[in-house]
């Protein structure tokens, strides 16, 4: 026994799986299906794409999978709720019965497995994610700040396409003023630097007993936590591609880690049953006593994926470019030692190794953990990041400095210097406003930095 509960038990052996996946086909991705997901091209185009084994294609679009995800949707609200409720009942029969209204410290204690899910942010990740619990029969209601976005929705429904579903879910949709009633399980789906107001709207409607999912990159929870409370707070970590195309239609583009826990570690029957809710969307997801380690793991990454938006070239082109590696580890060493500073200890996941990027690795497992990356992005059919995408197709400001602020800011309560973090985030802040090209260059320019001093 290693201590943990038995839904844990599962988690390494489901990361292995995932790092077997790892080493399947590569698909050959560019920009030019990054501009087509913002409907530049037809989607046709990104099929033809595909590798010449159709059975692996690029990894991610296989028809069994096809299959299996029909065949979840096919399966009744009724019969959904009987296992999970079964799966519940083996694990704390006695939470079934009490719910405790109107106590925020029972929240965790509370198993809430009906109700309707409320998604705040139905874009990219809010909108996938929807329209999962949807197909499973969860019922599940949107808000979304984007008037046109929740009008097309209402008259047209969801429609998500890509290689794993392309189908339409209809579902209630609301500007957050339009919004009554409260929820007990909601999900959190804005952009970074949209928490602290999201999450502020969102209060009103979260019932006492409740909580709150961060389906975000980023440290959102410490946020939200502030706002509604820890207890209310859920940590959440989801590393799959998903794009916002256009009014009421967005693009699912591959597999990607999904990862739930409580933040401080414990079981709970509230995090086991958001465990098995995300299983119907992510059969690997993972439930983790170490919540904060994927996210940090995630905002070593992301830096990674910063320093990628610096270009205009795809995630997997940026990673595969030899040259640049040494910087871009170094950029990743520097996250890592903040995280290191701060007592978290970052997970593996979709590639990314920590220890690959921790001091004095060996560069075996360094190009290994790039590699590993740059088959992981090769395979989703989301070539650029969501970064890159604010930058150059939607033209507004990024998360940058929501992401990468509490990395700076840790380092130097900790003492720990982050001057290229620093960098990028002053580069990308002049690419915003217009100021700096996307290019190649501004690698270049990174690592003369580094260099210079
Ligand atoms: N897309 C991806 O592949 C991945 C994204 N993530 C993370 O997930 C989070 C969500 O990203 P993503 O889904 O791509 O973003 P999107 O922009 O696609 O979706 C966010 C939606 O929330 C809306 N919104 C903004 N402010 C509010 C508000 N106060 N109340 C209600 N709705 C609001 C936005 O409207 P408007 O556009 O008008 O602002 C938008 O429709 C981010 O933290 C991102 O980094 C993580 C992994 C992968
Ligand atoms: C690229 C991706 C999907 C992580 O793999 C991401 O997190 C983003 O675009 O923000």
């Keep these: 026994m290693d201590g943990r509960e038995p839904g844990r038990r599962g988690e390494a052996a489901q990361l292995v799986e995932r790092a077997e996946d790892l080493r399947q086909g590569a698909g050959d991705r560019s920009r030019r299906l990054a501009r087509l997901l913002d409907g530049k091209l037809p989607l046709d185009a ?25 065949h979840a949707a096919r399966l009744s609200r009724r019969r959904q709720f ?32 009906s109700g309707p899910i409320l998604i705040w942010g139905a874009g990219a990740i809010g909108g996938t994610l929807a329209a999962a619990f949807a197909r499973t029969g969860e019922e599940v209601v949107l808000v979304d700040a984007a008037a046109d976005h929740v009008m097309a929705i209402e008259a047209h429904g969801l429609t998500i396409e890509g290689p794993i579903f392309g ?14 009633g409260t929820f007990e399980r909601t999900f959190l789906c804005v952009k970074a630097h949209h928490t602290n107001a999201a999450i502020r709207a969102l ?6 007993d409740g909580f709150v999912v961060s389906a975000q990159n980023g440290l959102n ?24 195309l256009a009014p009421g239609h967005v693009h699912y583009s591959g597999h990607g880690a999904v990862v739930v826990g409580e933040l401080d570690g414990s079981a709970s029957p509230r995090i086991d049953a958001l465990y098995a809710l995300m299983q119907r969307f992510e059969p690997k997801a993972v439930l983790t006593d170490n919540i ?19 270009t205009d070239d795809s995630i ?54 790039f590699d590993d990356m740059v088959a992981h992005n090769r395979r989703s059919e989301k070539s650029h990041s969501g970064i890159w995408r604010d930058l150059a197709i939607r033209k507004r400001a990024t998360e940058v400095d929501a992401q990468l602020g509490p990395i700076v800011s840790t380092g130097h309560a900790h003492g720990v210097p982050t001057p290229l973090t620093e960098r990028v985030v ?6 915003e406003t217009g100021d700096r090209p996307l290019d190649f260059a501004n690698l270049s320019e990174l690592e003369n930095l580094e260099t210079a001093r």
């Design 46 to 70: 990104a099929r033809r794409h595909r590798t010449a084994d159709p059975a692996k294609a690029d990894g991610r679009f296989r028809p069994d999978e096809r299959d299996e995800c029909r």
């Design 82 to 113: 009987r296992r999970l409720l079964r799966k519940v009942r083996r694990r704390d029969g006695s939470a079934l019965g009490g719910r405790r209204r109107g106590d925020p410290r029972a929240a965790r204690g509370s198993v809430v497995v």
């Design 167 to 180: 189908d339409t879910v209809r579902l209630p949709a609301f500007t957050p003023e339009a919004l009554r």
């Design 203 to 208: 209060k009103p409607h979260l019932a006492e």
């Design 221 to 244: 929870e410490r946020v939200i936590a502030d706002t509604v409370g820890a207890e209310r707070t859920v940590g959440c970590f989801v590393n799959f591609g998903a794009d916002y």
């Design 292 to 310: 904060w380690g994927y996210l940090w793991g995630k905002l070593v990454y992301g830096t990674l994926l910063f320093a990628t938006a610096l």
């Design 316 to 369: 997997a082109d940026v990673l595969d470019e030899r040259r640049f590696r040494p910087l871009l580890t170094r950029l990743a060493q520097e996250v890592g030692a903040v995280a290191d500073a701060a007592g978290v200890k970052p997970e593996p996941f979709d590639g990314f190794d920590p220890l690959a990027f921790s001091p004095g690795a060996d560069k075996e497992r360094t190009e290994r953990s």
């Design 426 to 431: 002053a580069m990308i802040h002049e690419i």
